[in-house]
């Protein structure tokens, strides 16, 4: 099943300035999270973000610290466990698009938490970190063996635009590029 902008949250979880440094690949995970709330606010999807532990981690970083409209901090690694989460998503979300680091930890727990709500999850790989790729590559593993669908930011793109007549569709195109 296609993506749907109109049921559609976009989900950064903990990009912060204090952890994206020791992230693998940090830097290309951070600018594919950018790309996609670029692309989220230019076709009116809902943009959250979650911050852990801000005092010690850092705000999220100034890289996409204009996205969220939202943005929730915690101490629970999975976010859907924090008390304030169930007002960080707006009404009617059935699919949530999930970026964030660190895979196995936060954005895990945060997964497994929504499936269990009866979310749709959508998992964009090529915007999820960890300290370690293997343990990315794990935490993806398990998400999808609980029903995560896993893609990649350009998929979410395209199927939010669903056609190369969309109005928005030359400048979300150049976020490709």
């Known amino acids: 099943m296609l993506l749907s902008r109109e049921d559609s949250t976009l989900l950064l979880v903990d990009f912060q300035a204090r952890l994206m440094p020791v992230i693998h690949d940090g830097a290309a995970v951070v600018a594919r999270a950018r790309m996609l709330a670029q692309g989220a606010g230019l076709l009116d999807v809902a943009v959250r973000a979650t911050e852990q ?16 409209q939202r943005v929730l901090a915690k101490t629970s690694f999975g976010a859907v466990a924090e008390a304030g989460f169930a007002d960080l998503l707006p009404p009617g979300t059935g699919e ?45 593993d398990r998400m999808r063996r ?32």
């Open 53 to 68: 532990n801000p005092a010690g981690l850092g705000p999220t970083v100034p890289e996409l610290v204009e996205f969220p």
């Open 96 to 140: 949530v698009v999930v970026a964030g680091c660190e895979a196995h930890v936060c954005v895990q727990q945060t997964v497994l938490g929504l499936l269990a709500r009866r979310h749709r999850v959508v998992l964009v790989a090529d915007a999820i970190g960890s300290r370690d790729p293997a343990d990315r590559d794990l935490a993806i």
């Open 146 to 177: 609980h029903g995560a669908e896993v893609v990649s930011s350009e998929m979410v793109l395209f199927e939010w635009l669903r056609d190369s007549t969309h109005p928005r569709f030359r400048e979300v195109h150049r976020l490709l590029r």
